[in-house]
């Protein structure tokens, strides 16, 4: 199979996005970043006028609603895809700002998902708990221990919480729905684990595998990424390479379908499946945004960003791409260091 990756066109420019998202119907690109959240609407290929705030947002798989926590508040708002209007929200207080280091006994929310039937909403904590709320009733339901004190200090690799010297998730704690299914994944840096949040038990974990060489010998987990059918998850590391995992059946020991091989990704931060599940695209750090095949990890195209920015240069290159995601048409969108935010046409 062949490919190609073209540049279309720059729809955002200095922006600085941190998360960028297809709505569930491919019509609004949603980006959320410094100063602001943007929408793109991809009918009328006009920016759309709203008062979302700005902050990490998960979208109900109906369709319906999107969840936002905005920086620096504790709160969790809910708006209408339909209208931008809020209609909902939940605080987080009492177990501190979202987003924001918190005291000694207030774990602050670092993730969060909506369930399968957009019924339920799962919270991923930093004291390493999963807390399961209704929705839109936000009424909590249950909350499990996904990690004790003691595994989180060797999670972090014996790094405690340099404020109040309490163990802490420090290397990331991002909570993701397996599509098509009532289980959520949690990762943890050097392992994802799966829990089924309705009757609070563990469904299995995914433990790095051993490198093929000593340049790839400390890589975590950085960012994980489902199908849209749920049976394959995809992972990128810290200079190491992309993995594919057969997530049907879990178990501790299990090797990745395939690793890719033969280059360097370097600190791959993004990862978009196609709809029709033939393609993975990967980008990171370096600002290559990579092409594979499913069936094997081959790299069938590739491209070089290139952006600079008003502000001049900043660690990472202004070429970094920070997020991705494609739409069922082919077209990818990415946020990048540079301020920009830009379209490419995928063919293959």
């Given at each position: 199979?062949?490919?190609?990756?073209?540049?279309?066109?720059?729809?955002?420019?200095?922006?600085?996005?941190?998360?960028?998202?297809?709505?569930?119907?491919?019509?609004?690109?949603?980006?959320?970043?410094?100063?602001?959240?943007?929408?793109?609407?991809?009918?009328?290929?006009?920016?759309?006028?709203?008062?979302?705030?700005?902050?990490?947002?998960?979208?109900?798989?109906?369709?319906?609603?999107?969840?936002?926590?905005?920086?620096?508040?504790?709160?969790?708002?809910?708006?209408?895809?339909?209208?931008?209007?809020?209609?909902?929200?939940?605080?987080?207080?009492?177990?501190?700002?979202?987003?924001?280091?918190?005291?000694?006994?207030?774990?602050?929310?670092?993730?969060?998902?909506?369930?399968?039937?957009?019924?339920?909403?799962?919270?991923?904590?930093?004291?390493?708990?999963?807390?399961?709320?209704?929705f839109p009733s936000m009424q909590e339901l249950s909350t499990i221990t996904v990690?004790?004190?003691?595994?989180?200090?060797?999670?972090?690799?014996?790094?405690?919480?340099?404020?109040?010297?309490?163990?802490?998730?420090?290397?990331?704690?991002?909570?993701?729905?397996?599509?098509?299914?009532?289980?959520?994944?949690?990762?943890?840096?050097?392992?994802?684990?799966?829990?089924?949040?309705?009757?609070?038990?563990?469904?299995?974990?995914?433990?790095?595998?051993?490198?093929?060489?000593?340049?790839?010998?400390?890589?975590?987990?950085?960012?994980?990424?489902?199908?849209?059918?749920?049976?394959?998850?995809?992972?990128?590391?810290?200079?190491?390479?992309?993995?594919?995992?057969?997530?049907?059946?879990?178990?501790?020991?299990?090797?990745?379908?395939?690793?890719?091989?033969?280059?360097?990704?370097?600190?791959?931060?993004?990862?978009?499946?196609?709809?029709?599940?033939?393609?993975?695209?990967?980008?990171?750090?370096?600002?290559?945004?990579?092409?594979?095949?499913?069936?094997?990890?081959?790299?069938?195209?590739?491209?070089?960003?290139?952006?600079?920015?008003?502000?001049?240069?900043?660690?990472?290159?202004?070429?970094?791409?920070?997020?991705?995601?494609?739409?069922?048409?082919?077209?990818?969108?990415?946020?990048?260091?540079?301020?920009?935010?830009?379209?490419?046409?995928?063919?293959?």
């Amino acid at each position: 199979m062949r490919a190609r990756i073209t540049p279309i066109t720059t729809i955002f420019e200095d922006f600085r996005g941190w998360q960028v998202r297809y709505s569930l119907d491919d019509r609004y690109i949603i980006c959320s970043g410094m100063g602001g959240n943007r929408i793109w609407d991809t009918v009328s290929k006009r920016e759309v006028s709203h008062s979302l705030p700005a902050g990490h947002f998960a979208f109900s798989p109906d369709g319906r609603a999107i969840a936002i926590a905005p920086y620096e508040t504790s709160k969790i708002l809910f708006f209408s895809m339909q209208s931008f209007e809020q209609i909902g929200e939940f605080s987080t207080a009492k177990w501190g700002r979202g987003w924001d280091l918190g005291g000694h006994n207030s774990p602050h929310i670092i993730s969060f998902d909506f369930s399968q039937n957009s019924d339920n909403f799962v919270l991923a904590r930093s004291d390493a708990k999963l807390t399961t709320l209704s929705f839109p009733s936000m009424q909590e339901l249950s909350t499990i221990t996904v990690y004790n004190d003691d595994d989180v200090y060797n999670l972090n690799m014996g790094v405690k919480d340099f404020i109040w010297g309490m163990p802490k998730i420090t290397m990331g704690f991002d909570v993701a729905r397996v599509p098509q299914t009532q289980i959520f994944a949690v990762c943890a840096s050097p392992e994802i684990s799966f829990w089924n949040t309705q009757y609070g038990n563990n469904a299995g974990r995914i433990s790095k595998p051993a490198p093929e060489n000593s340049y790839g010998a400390s890589f975590n987990f950085i960012r994980f990424q489902f199908s849209s059918d749920g049976r394959y998850m995809a992972t990128g590391y810290d200079y190491a390479p992309v993995m594919l995992w057969d997530v049907t059946q879990i178990h501790y020991n299990q090797k990745p379908k395939w690793r890719t091989s033969g280059v360097s990704f370097g600190y791959i931060q993004a990862l978009a499946f196609s709809h029709d599940e033939r393609v993975l695209v990967s980008a990171g750090r370096g600002g290559v945004i990579n092409v594979l095949d499913m069936a094997n990890g081959s790299i069938l195209a590739e491209i070089q960003n290139t952006s600079t920015s008003k502000y001049g240069g900043s660690f990472g290159g202004n070429e970094e791409i920070f997020d991705i995601d494609m739409s069922r048409a082919g077209v990818l969108v990415t946020c990048d260091r540079g301020d920009k935010i830009k379209l490419w046409q995928v063919q293959y």
